[in-house]
């Protein structure tokens, strides 16, 4: 999960900077308001290996986490046990081949 993390922000910290900050300021509205931000984040993490896995391997958690937060609108804090499981989930993901995986396409690209 670091690796992952580490890889979310170093691509993509504009992204989810933006986003959070927009999230932040529109606590009852920010489903809609941040729809677009929340867009680009998918868009600039979804090109990554590792997290491609962990969403892969965890996509049922995932999905229960977006679907409170839907139902959740105005209280996306109630949605922390979904955010727990869906971590305790993509700490478990078995990210050994992906590192080969990706080292491979960087070499591939660059020559």
């Not at 504009?14 to 729809?35: D, F, I, R």
């Not at 839907?70 to 804090?77: H, V």
Request: hydrophobic share 35%; aromatic share 8%; with cysteine.
């Amino acid at each position: 999960m670091q690796a992952a993390m580490d890889i979310t922000a170093k691509y993509c910290h504009k992204e989810m900077e933006a986003y959070g900050s927009c999230v932040a300021s529109n606590p009852s509205t920010w489903q809609q308001t941040c729809h677009e931000l929340k867009i680009k984040v998918a868009q600039c993490t979804s090109s990554h290996p590792v997290i491609q896995k962990i969403r892969q391997d965890c996509s049922k958690e995932f999905v229960e986490f977006e679907r409170c937060l839907r139902e959740n609108q105005d209280k996306p804090a109630s949605c922390s046990p979904h955010v727990a499981r869906f971590l305790g989930c993509a700490e478990t993901v078995d990210l050994s081949g992906v590192g080969k995986y990706f080292t491979k396409l960087v070499i591939h690209i660059l020559k």
